[in-house]
């Protein structure tokens, strides 16, 4: 039977198309990839690093400041291998990223010098600082960006950071700053709160795609062990926090001699969990209050004179004076509770909603970083 003409055509057509299509793919694998015409840059998919020379990069990567008569290129497509980002016992050797978060109400010439004497890799580390609105707040930063500006300059290598960011709240602090007020029991749910906003603030704000560890480090924290960051990260434990002390002039010896700072380090007791019980729903525990004994283990009575550094405790409740925090437990969404969370607040609930998320929390207490005594 003969073919229908119509038919025939058909088929020459298919078969025409066919070879077309292969001649087209055979050009684009077999010929030399140097002959074919590059991306244009603003196409191209950048790395993590080179991302940073643009003004949407993540602010815990380096930001290059543009010309401004520049026009600048379309916002770069940027791929982050989460997978890729390691939290080890060895940062230094995994060249791990490190951002520093520090809310500051007032500036402390040591705790910048403390900072610069930090050993850790300062191109491998990233600052980020939340500055309270009123008076006491612009003299803060005022004298930060002053060494911030000193610190940056492109001929003091040895000291830049990676990056920096400063933010600066809406609102004053709701109670004065001295270290007695402060403290005052009264002021402890509100302070406390209005503390944990604005760490929520800043780690929210400067938490970047490449961010291994985040330290979170007290800006009246004067002195700590230049290899800080490496020490604490060896231990490889998802939250970490040393013991915090101060030292001070102690009259009855008449001599320096050093006393327990902060007391939100702990280790939970039967008589804090009864007490909890039969709170209201908006209550708070706070911790070392004669008002409210809650007969928990304090880390801060757990040093030994001579003991080992290394030695490390399982902890319910951590300070925020020097805390270490794998970024993958903010990213699984542990934050600082402004409000009553199983009746704890800031960092003490910070801890008990990263236990709730799988992470557990461990002290050194023999690991001492100091406070600055006013």
């Not at 078969?15 to 074919?36: H, K």
């Not at 690093?49 to 400041?65: C, E, I, R, T, W």
């Not at 520090?102 to 004497?117: E, G, I, R, V």
């Not at 020490?231 to 002039?249: E, F, G, T």
């Amino acid at each position: 039977m003969a073919v229908a003409r119509s038919l025939r055509r058909n088929t020459t057509i298919t078969y025409f198309l066919a070879a077309l299509l292969l001649l087209t793919f055979l050009y684009f694998f077999l010929v030399d990839s140097t002959s074919l015409p590059s991306l244009p840059q603003s196409r191209q998919l950048l790395t993590s690093k080179d991302a940073a020379s643009n003004p949407l990069s993540p602010p815990s990567l380096p930001f290059k400041k543009q010309d401004p008569n520049e026009v600048p290129p379309p916002p770069p497509v940027v791929h982050y291998r989460m997978n890729n980002v390691t939290t080890s016992s060895q940062p230094i050797e995994n060249r791990e990223s490190v951002l520093i978060l520090t809310p500051l109400a007032k500036f402390y010439s040591q705790y910048w010098d403390n900072l610069l004497a930090l050993s850790y890799p300062h191109d491998l580390i990233s600052l980020g600082f939340i500055i309270p609105k009123g008076r006491e707040g612009n003299e803060a930063t005022r004298q930060l960006q002053d060494r911030i500006t000193k610190t940056q300059a492109p001929s003091n290598k040895k000291h830049r950071f990676a990056s920096i960011t400063i933010l600066r709240q809406d609102d004053e602090p709701p109670t004065a700053q001295s270290e007695s007020e402060r403290h005052a029991l009264s002021h402890q749910k509100v302070r406390r709160a209005a503390m944990s906003r604005a760490r929520n603030s800043l780690l929210f704000t400067t938490l970047g795609p490449t961010t291994s560890w985040v330290l979170w480090l007290d800006a009246d924290v004067i002195e700590t062990p230049p290899s800080l960051i490496q020490d604490l990260a060896s231990h490889d434990k998802p939250i970490i926090v040393p013991n915090c002390m101060q030292r001070y002039w102690n009259k009855d010896k008449g001599s320096e001699d050093v006393r327990p700072y902060d007391f939100n380090s702990w280790q939970d007791s039967p008589t804090a969990l009864g007490l909890a019980e039969k709170m209201g729903p908006d209550e708070i525990l706070l911790e070392g209050y004669a008002e409210m004994a809650t007969y928990r283990s304090l880390m801060a009575y757990m040093g030994e004179p001579t003991g080992d550094a290394k030695k490390i405790v399982d902890l319910d409740g951590v300070g925020g004076t020097a805390l270490l925090v794998k970024a993958e437990v903010h990213r699984d969404g542990a934050m600082f509770p402004p409000f009553p969370f199983y009746h704890l607040i800031e960092t003490e609930g910070f801890a008990k909603m990263a236990r709730r998320l799988g992470w557990k929390s461990f002290g050194l207490p023999n690991f001492y970083v100091y406070h600055y005594n006013e």
